[in-house]
């Protein structure tokens, strides 16, 4: 990790979250997926570099996919996308039990999809949601959901209320973190709750495979918080910052996590040689080695490298 020299004043590149021109640069990010954003992947391509802010210690992709080049991927997600499938997911319980006692039982969920997660709290909420897939938007109505807006920036601040505003996988996606999020709690009855489920840069996970991680290899993902980030940012939404707990993207069995963490390090240590000049290039050569050479990516999703925030606006 160095501070490009670069960077600075003068470059005009600022923080996503606070402005701040205090930036450091941690190295160009790789790309785990097969395509850019719906892109061939190509030498014209720049996946970005990953920025850490000095101020706010938010990190950041920089540069980002434009607002258009990401909406676009977003309207073309395919309803049958399997990362929404499958039986409740354990975040949904936690939201479940946050929810209880949200004023007028009302929520809304941005990023919403097909309404899996809205379904799973039952009719007993009054539904909305933001969702900028038109045929996952019709799936959500169809559950009964009201859908309020394609996008966060299209929500009006004169609209209805909310007694709690979710975003599950969302937050990582969003290009100016904290103007969102303001944004959001603006719509929050007083005593209403923020609720937000994303990777954490302080998962060991992730400080283990540094730019290696898969989580900031995905091209849609621009912004990485991490709890110290929630403690600088709840006084600027106007809320209470209630609790963080530290969770899974999803629960695994002991098989699976062993599997993935064994992968996991073997990929990083392969990387991290790769990266120094004395390593002899035999080594390089021999079978096992080469194979993991090959692997195109390295996923970790039973790593506890997810934080689930509440928080709370002030009454
Ligand atoms: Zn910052």
Known sequence: MSTDPGMGQSSGLTCIACDSHKLTSLGRLP?????????????????????ECESCAIRFRAPQPT?????????????AECWQHGPEREVWRYIKEEVQDVPERSVLDVGCFRGDMLSYLGNGFER??????????REAERRGVTLIADRIESLSDNGPRFGAITLIDVAEHLPRPLESLQRLTRLLMPGGK???????TDALSWRLAGLDYYYSALPEHVAFVRPSWFHWAASRMGCDLVSIRRMRYRSSSWRNWIDESLKNLLYIGYHRMRRLPFVP???????LVR????????WWTSAKDHIFVV?????
């Open 281 to 287: 290039s035999i080594l390089f050569k021999m079978p």
């Open 31 to 51: 790309v785990y997926t097969s395509d850019f954003l719906g892109r061939d992947l190509d030498s014209s391509i720049d996946p970005g570099t990953l920025y």
């Open 194 to 200: 923020l609720i937000i489920f994303t990777g954490s």
């Open 67 to 79: 607002e258009d080049e990401l909406m676009k991927y977003y309207q073309g997600m395919d309803v």
């Open 291 to 298: 194979r993991i050479g090959q692997w195109r990516s390295c």
């Open 128 to 137: 909305f949601g933001v969702e900028p897939s038109k045929e996952a938007a």
């Open 311 to 315: 928080l709370t606006k002030a009454a």
